[in-house]
């Protein structure tokens, strides 16, 4: 075996969480000719192959599955040097991708975010909105932000926060419409909703709890989509209160008796979670979260 240096490592590690050469040279601010040439020299060097190349991207194989913990073990490590011989002044670099719901991506996020990337200059973070086409398992986001735990995988997960959901509608649609005084009269009234056949996760299924076999008249995959048309006046939708709060001219219907309740979570790889630029960003997640609970909880209408 030949030697092999730590820098190749770092090359290493960014093409196994992305699975692709050149989002992993995006994340280490270099071109993806220069990650290929790391990626074989370090196979050189160890005589051994670290992926199985195809059309998909880079995927591990059995060995290099096998040194994803002691590479991550090692880049910790690097990185609490660096910022114990710094004094602890070491400016945190490198890229983080959150992984997380559009609604407290773009609603209650997206202008927070700003705010703590103005203090890590060199931190990079990117937030992806379609859930769907990411994933934890295959190391394609940092940090996720979802509706349930995760029931199998070396995960840390910790519950974020619960939130409330609430019927809504526009003032002049429900002045155009009859009046709602009990759960039975809302079969008379059209409703916005997810697209049936595209709902990835339990928990957005609304309508399954509020009225189960209702076919929504309107259909999105998108909330701010669904957010629109229920300002537009065209029916009903089911909408978390930190967001429909904001919209003076949506009105709660039946809250007290009618609403969902939900729960937030915060996840990522347990041989990261320590890591400081992982760590920055969850805890700044958390902070915000947290000062806003009766937001989340809908409190202003259960009193």
Same mark, same amino acid.
């Given at each position: #075996?030949?030697?092999?240096t730590?820098?190749?490592?770092?090359?290493f590690?960014?093409?196994? =969480?992305?699975?692709?050469?050149?989002?992993?040279?995006?994340?280490?601010?270099?071109?993806?000719?220069?990650?290929?040439?790391? %990626?074989?020299?370090?196979?050189?060097?160890?005589?051994?192959?670290?992926?199985?190349?195809?059309? =998909?991207?880079?995927?591990?194989?059995?060995?290099?599955?096998?040194? %994803?913990?002691?590479?991550?073990?090692?880049?910790?490590?690097? *990185?609490?040097?660096?910022?114990?011989?710094? @004094?602890?002044?070491v400016?945190?670099?490198? +890229?983080?991708?959150?992984s997380?719901?559009? @609604?407290?991506a773009?609603?209650?996020?997206?202008?927070?975010?700003?705010? #703590?990337?103005?203090?890590?200059?060199?931190?990079?973070?990117?937030?992806?909105?379609?859930?769907?086409?990411?994933?934890?398992?295959?190391?394609?986001?940092?940090?996720?932000?979802t509706l349930?735990?995760?029931?199998?995988?070396?995960?840390?997960?910790?519950?974020?926060?619960?939130?409330?959901?609430? %019927?809504?509608?526009?003032?002049?649609?429900?002045?155009?419409h009859?009046?709602?005084?009990?759960r039975?009269?809302?079969?008379?009234?059209?409703?916005?909703?997810?697209? *049936?056949?595209m709902?990835?996760?339990? @928990?957005?299924?609304?309508?399954?709890? %509020?009225?189960?076999?209702?076919?929504?008249?309107?259909?999105?995959?998108?909330?701010?989509?669904q957010?629109?048309?229920?300002?537009?006046?065209f029916?009903?939708?089911?909408?978390?209160?930190?967001?429909?709060?904001?919209?003076?001219?949506?009105?709660?219907?039946?809250?007290?008796e009618?609403?969902?309740?939900?729960?937030?979570?915060?996840?990522?790889?347990?041989?990261? +979670?320590?890591?400081?630029?992982?760590? +920055?960003?969850?805890?700044?997640i958390?902070?915000? +979260?947290?000062?806003?609970?009766?937001?989340?909880?809908?409190?202003?209408?259960?009193?």
């Open positions: #075996m030949r030697q092999y730590w820098d190749d490592l770092q090359y590690l960014a093409v196994a =969480r992305t699975g692709q050469l050149t989002t992993a040279a995006r994340r280490l601010r270099t071109n993806h000719v220069t990650v290929s040439r790391r %990626i074989d020299r370090l196979e050189e060097a160890l005589s051994a192959r670290l992926f199985e190349r195809n059309p =998909r991207g880079y995927i591990l194989t059995a060995l290099g599955e096998k040194l %994803i913990e002691s590479a991550e073990i090692m880049e910790r490590e690097a *990185e609490r040097f660096q910022n114990e011989a710094s @004094g602890g002044t400016s945190l670099s490198g +890229v983080v991708r959150l997380i719901l559009e @609604g407290i773009n609603f209650f996020l997206a202008n927070r975010l700003p705010v #703590m990337a103005q203090s890590y200059p060199s931190l990079s973070v990117e937030m992806v909105t379609i859930q769907q086409i990411v994933s934890l398992s295959r190391r394609e986001a940092d940090l996720s932000i349930n735990p995760t029931r199998t995988g070396p995960y840390h997960q910790q519950k974020l926060m619960p939130y409330r959901l609430f %019927i809504y509608g526009a003032k002049d649609y429900l002045a155009r009859p009046a709602i005084r009990q039975s009269d809302l079969s008379g009234h059209r409703f916005i909703g997810y697209i *049936e056949d709902i990835f996760t339990p @928990g957005l299924d609304y309508m399954r709890e %509020i009225l189960p076999g209702l076919r929504p008249a309107y259909q999105s995959s998108s909330i701010f989509a957010l629109s048309a229920a300002r537009s006046g029916g009903l939708c089911i909408l978390p209160y930190f967001i429909a709060y904001n919209y003076p001219e949506l009105v709660p219907v039946l809250p007290k009618m609403h969902l309740n939900r729960d937030y979570w915060l996840i990522c790889h347990e041989d990261i +979670v320590n890591t400081p630029r992982i760590r +920055v960003l969850s805890d700044f958390r902070s915000e +979260v947290g000062s806003q609970t009766a937001i989340f909880g809908g409190y202003p209408l259960l009193d």
